[in-house]
């Protein structure tokens, strides 16, 4: 009778310690973007907000007429500047016009040589069903939603596009040990930063002249703006 109301006792700890460490573990987050307040978020390299970043809906806008992606001029990307981040859980919802363009930056810099891709890697957002057919152009799986973009390209048996208009989910993991990169609750990469399979593979290609590229080990999140209507919500990380 002791043993079992010992074993009762244990038992009944060890439940009362994982509720707590995930009690906690949610507690860590912290919100970027809650849906009724822009604070913390600016210009790359600005003071201010720019005006076509507004909250509709909940939603973090970019409020512009729909562009061919041959029309867009783009220029007015943002980053959540209140803070800088070194290892971190990201995660963010999202979603695009037909043949919408967009990413997620980290480690971003400020008042750096060059512009903000070839500084910061980006998990690439974009509408793979139809930006093809609208513009008119061929893509690499390179630049399709959930790659590193011109890095490590997703696992397309693991990958889930939603329609133009249909709100995605994702996730992005970083530490120097292992990257993720999550699409709808599913993994579609991961690679070791500034492994030697990493630095080869920035030698061979589109960042091969791009120095700076992936070097900053802390800095800015950032959302870009390629000139045509964005909508991102439920924006939020924690350190690791």
């Not at 700890?13 to 809650?34: H, V």
């Not at 790359?44 to 061919?68: C, H, M, R, S």
């Not at 593979?201 to 964005?230: C, E, M, N, R, V």
């Amino acid at each position: 009778m002791k043993k079992l109301l010992l074993l009762t006792l244990l038992a009944a700890s060890i439940s009362a310690c994982s509720s707590g460490s995930k009690e906690t573990a949610d507690n860590d987050w912290i919100i970027l973007f809650d849906g009724t307040s822009t604070d913390g978020w600016r210009a790359y390299n600005g003071d201010a907000l720019p005006a076509q970043w507004v909250i509709v809906d909940g939603a973090l806008t970019f409020d512009t007429e729909k562009k061919l992606e041959s029309e867009m001029q783009g220029g007015k990307d943002i980053i959540y500047g209140a803070e800088e981040f070194d290892n971190f859980e990201l995660y963010l919802e999202w979603k695009l016009p037909e043949g919408g363009n967009s990413g997620v930056f980290y480690h971003l810099k400020e008042n750096v040589e060059g512009g903000i891709p070839e500084i910061a890697p980006e998990y690439q957002l974009l509408d793979d069903l139809k930006w093809e057919e609208i513009n008119n152009a061929k893509l690499e799986e390179w630049q399709k939603t959930g790659a590193d973009y011109a890095m490590h390209l997703p696992d397309l048996s693991q990958k889930i596009v939603k329609p133009a208009g249909e709100w995605n989910t994702t996730k992005i993991v970083f530490t120097p040990e292992r990257v993720e990169h999550w699409l709808n609750g599913k993994l579609l990469l991961s690679f070791v930063p500034w492994s030697d399979d990493w630095y080869a593979k920035k030698a061979a290609g589109k960042w091969k002249d791009s120095p700076l590229y992936g070097t900053f080990k802390t800095g800015y999140i950032g959302l870009q703006d390629h000139d045509s209507p964005l909508w991102f919500k439920n924006i939020k990380i924690r350190k690791l």
